[in-house]
Nanobody, 123 residues
């Protein structure tokens, strides 16, 4: 059974930082990609980042480039999304997903959805 457990969200002041974590199990970690989708109130789901644990390829949505980093600890089957200089546009529920692949300019199809973690930004 595929499981994706996200954590690391919380209440942060604008300008602050967060590191989201996603612990994966039930599949071979480095044969797929891990992505993050954000669901903000009144908005659709947006794929904001992904990483391919096998080769390190990453994708970051334009609004988060330059202040966000995706990484993995393959020994622990864990993916991370570091977000710095948070703004209210970063607020939302962040879901961790398993993807077919991750390219530098796009995310592959979602295979499994995991739990989410809430990010709230205060001004």
């Amino acid at each position: 059974e595929v499981q994706l457990v996200a954590s690391g969200g919380g209440l942060v002041q604008a300008g602050g930082s967060l590191r989201l974590s996603c612990v994966a199990s039930g599949f071979t970690f480095d044969r797929y990609a891990i992505g993050w989708f954000r669901q903000a109130p009144g908005k659709g789901q947006l794929g904001v980042s992904c990483i391919s644990p096998g080769d390190g390829v990453t994708y970051i949505t334009d609004s988060m480039k330059g202040r966000s980093t995706s990484s993995t600890d393959n020994a622990k089957n864990t993916a991370f999304l570091q977000i710095n200089s948070l703004t209210d546009e970063d607020a939302g529920f962040y879901f961790c997903v398993r993807l077919q692949y991750c390219d530098a300019d796009r995310m592959g199809s979602v295979l499994d959805w995991g739990q989410g973690t809430q990010v709230t930004v205060s001004s």
